[in-house]
């Protein structure tokens, strides 16, 4: 069964200073990683996932196999991107889009 | 533009109430997923539907069912309601099998009393 970890549940960043938000996954095949995000008020959405290796918001996110990682960065944190922010995980071949989700990190980001 | 919508925005029942939660959603998906949001836990699988009337269980489904009589609603069900359901519940959609986005409803809060 996969898993995804994100060790930190509060991360709080001041405007301007870079941030990384974790995610670590525990996966023996070739899985697809996402980044989702909740604004106050707002649904949850995706932002980033790691196939399109885009960059959105000014956020990037680097599949890293070895080290089973997908640490979503961004290199100057503005007020705006205060947001809850989980990691998922779909299992290679699984069908139907399921995805497995970590425990979310609150980054806040003060001026 | 994709819509989800869920039938209440908060809900308070009573321990031993049989209780629906509703999604809708309008762009003809074939996945419905149905969550509980809780701090600390992430998004956690209840159940989810790949078809009419098909439905699979997710990671934490005990205590709950699902109904999919149409494709474009999907129905969470408690049948006797416990304060441990207390919870956000979110549901999504997606379209086909592959890396397809899910799109999320608002949530229902539901407090068990």
């Known amino acids: 069964a996969q898993r995804v970890t994100q060790p930190e549940k509060l991360l709080s960043v001041f405007k301007g200073a870079p941030v990384e938000l974790k995610c670590n996954y525990s996966y023996s095949g070739s899985p697809e990683l996402f980044w989702y995000v909740q604004y106050s008020r707002q649904r949850l959405q995706l932002l980033l996932r790691?196939?399109s290796r885009e960059s959105i918001k000014g956020f990037t996110a680097d599949l890293n196999k070895g080290e089973t990682s997908f640490h979503l960065k961004k290199p100057f944190a503005q007020e705006e991107d205060s947001a809850m922010y989980y990691c998922?995980?779909?299992?290679?071949?699984?069908?139907?889009?399921?995805?497995?989700f970590g425990q979310g990190t609150i980054l806040t980001v003060h001026p | 533009d994709v819509k989800v919508t869920q039938s209440s925005r908060y809900l308070v029942k009573r321990t031993g109430e049989k209780v629906f939660l509703e999604c809708v959603q309008d762009?003809?998906?074939?996945?419905m997923f149905w969550y509980r949001q809780d701090p600390g836990l992430g998004l956690r699988l209840i159940y989810f539907?790949?078809?009419?009337?098909?439905?699979e269980k997710g990671d934490i489904p005990e205590g709950y069912s699902v109904s999919r009589e149409k494709k474009e609603r999907f129905s969470l069900i408690l049948e006797s309601a416990s304060t441990n359901q207390t919870s956000m519940y979110l549901c999504a959609s997606s379209f086909g099998r592959d890396l397809n986005e899910q799109f999320f409803g608002p949530g229902t809060r539901l407090t068990v009393l």
């Open positions: 762009m003809d998906h074939e996945n």
């Open positions: 998922a995980l779909r299992a290679g071949g699984t069908s139907y889009g399921k995805l497995t």
């Open positions: 790691h196939i």
């Open positions: 539907s790949y078809d009419v009337k098909m439905k």
